[in-house]
């Protein structure tokens, strides 16, 4: 075979070829992104996928989605890509916004801007929690709660009633839990205020509080089977029988029992957690009229906060949605009067010390 | 070699190329960039070892950087200090020191795993197969790799199971009344991390002892050496450099793994990355952290195959030289 000649025309032909192929990118990929379409952070089945559809059909506007699945991530790439997000919105926990703002990282929230704005319930839209430093931040979509699920053809629905059965012998090595959150409750089960907020002004006996909670989980290392952080991760767990009761975030439990699942869930009689997921618009975003126009879409019906709770399991914020809702849908993103008494939501006020102590004993656990 | 340019002539015709063939500047610019084969070279490859070095490179020196930092994102209000409090931090608190052993120690043993249960694979394949056909022995077992790490994860997750079909198998057959809880044990990590990374010893390993010429293993044979011996004092010194090449490859990715031992791993067999990874997944100012242990893990992991290399290097004198 001939080799070919290497000429001064060809090495230049393939000198600019191949500086346009690598710069290329750089400049129709933000243009792409630039045009006609919405960036949006979010769990896992937060965005219907019925109204996905529909959104892009009438506005013309691709919806982009990038899961997160958890607020500490989400923060830390936020924070990471800050005055260029990608992101248009972002899905914050209510009781994390401090840390949002604080950071610059998400702006307040124009109602006028959003004529569907009365759907949302005002017990979620009027909320103390939402208003900070004057301004409100967040579109409320979802609400949920640090539960105990659990395999109702193995567990008994007494044995169900007390975090007891998470750390007793019976279900030992068949259990489960988030470890971050975890220690929230343990510091409640053992008697303390879970959210910190008590003990602002007493750092050494927060630390000592979270020292205590942490050694609990120790000494009861060996009743759990597996720390996980995902939703998926807890549901493929009860569906194997890997483990049989567990702490978990309530949206995943009630997507297993709304799947004919033989699972249930309950806020312990020791008390638990609640949280709202928040929509809310990224600082410095790249389109942020198109974050208004999904917002608004979004809150246009409340059948659509319906699908959000069919979709995700979580109890939606919008008036009037339940009534869209089965029976079963219904009984499983909600919780009796009793369960509800013994629950609280989680506050922002002293997360910083809160989660300096918490994050450095969940280590110490994991390496234990 | 210089460019020969005689054929270049004013007498071109029209054209932007015969316009830069009479230009002056243009030739002078070309005969210093691309006067030689050397230089061609180098102008052709600049692009591509930039990227290597941009994408390669500049993410590690980055990363070395922020180890230093005291908080990294930085929130409102703060500005970059330096401090060596995050690479002291490792080895002040045992919490970090035993995963990160334990990692080690927990690779060393995958390794020598996978060596023991390819070897022979590989051996089969490259002695005893004839030449035709493996090559569509290699291919189906490169089949399985075809697929993603994640799904293939997912797989070894969906045997092991409590309702996995080892379980089923073994209580259909009475066997046991009760799932044997394989999964998030060091078992399934194990099982997973050499069933992930067997390839990388496969072939490594094919490689090298398809290139041992059978005579030798004949005329050993005709002295009078029997199967064994003809298998430690021929076969296995020759196959060292493959041995070398596998071990180094499958400790450095089971070192870095992080999604299997995420998936398969349980409350007891935590990984180093894993301790790695919860720096960056919570916001409170722990990247750097996390920058320096990875930091701190590259440079043993790298110090540790180097040493390997080196020693396996030092016995790797087969019988041919």
Known sequence: MKSKKITRRGVIKSGVATTVAVAAPTIWVPTIAASQSVNVWTYANFIPKDFKKEFEKETGIKIRERLVDDQGKEFNLLAAEKNNPTADICTVAGHRFSQFIDSELIAPLDTSRLKNWSTVNKIYSESDWSVVNGKKWGVPILSGAEVMGYNSDIVSKEEARSWDVMFGEKYKGQTALILQDMMSIVMLYLGYDGNMVAYLNDPAKAKSIVNEARDFLIKHKDKVRKYYDSGAEIQQMLINQDVVVCHAWSGSISKLIMDGFPAEMTIPKEGSYGFIYCYNIANNGPNTDNAYKFLDALLARPEIGANMTKASGYISTFKGSSKYLTDLERRTSSFTEEELAGLQFFRAEANKMKYSLVDPAVEVIKAA | ?321
């Not at chain 2, 080895?91 to 970090?96: A, I, K, Q, R």
């Not at chain 2, 080690?104 to 020598?112: D, G, K, N, W, Y």
């Not at chain 2, 490259?126 to 090559?135: D, T």
């Open chain 2, 1 to 321: 070699m210089p460019i020969n340019n005689s054929r270049i002539s004013a007498s071109d015709s029209r054209g932007f190329w015969s316009w830069l063939s009479s230009n002056q500047s243009y030739h002078s610019v070309s005969l210093f960039l691309i006067g030689t084969h050397r230089k061609r070279f180098i102008f052709l490859a600049a692009v591509p070892i930039l990227w290597a070095l941009v994408a390669n490179f500049a993410p590690l020196l980055k990363m070395l950087e922020i180890s230093f930092y005291e908080a990294y994102p930085l929130s409102k209000g703060r500005e970059i200090v330096y401090t060596l409090d995050n690479w002291v931090e490792f080895f002040l608190l045992n919490v970090y020191t035993i995963p990160f052993l334990r990692s080690i120690v927990f690779s060393i043993i995958l390794t020598i795993s996978t060596l023991i249960l390819t070897y022979p694979i590989a051996y089969f394949l490259a002695q005893h197969l004839p030449k035709s056909k493996q090559l569509l022995y290699l291919l189906i077992l490169l089949i399985p790799f075809w697929v993603g790490e994640i799904i293939r994860t997912y797989a070894i997750m969906i045997l092991l199971g409590n309702r996995g079909l080892i379980n089923l198998i073994l209580q259909f057959f009475g066997l046991i009344e009760k799932p044997i809880p394989f999964m998030y044990t060091y078992f399934s990590l194990g099982i997973g991390i050499v069933y992930l990374t067997s390839l990388y010893m496969l072939l490594p390993l094919y490689s090298i002892l398809e290139q041992i010429p059978k005579n030798l293993l004949e005329a050993s044979a005709d002295l009078g050496a029997g199967p064994w011996t003809r298998f430690w004092r021929v076969t296995l010194p020759l196959s060292k450099d493959g041995i070398a090449s596998g071990c180094t490859l499958v400790f450095l990715i089971s070192m870095g793994f992080y999604a299997a031992p995420v998936m398969l791993g349980g409350p007891s067999s935590t990984m180093f990355s894993e301790t790695i990874a919860g720096h960056f997944n919570v916001a409170a100012d722990r990247w750097p952290v996390g920058a320096a242990f990875s930091s701190i893990m590259l440079i043993s992991t790298l110090v540790i195959a180097a040493t390997f290399l080196k020693i396996m290097g030092r016995g790797g004198k087969g019988i041919i030289r």
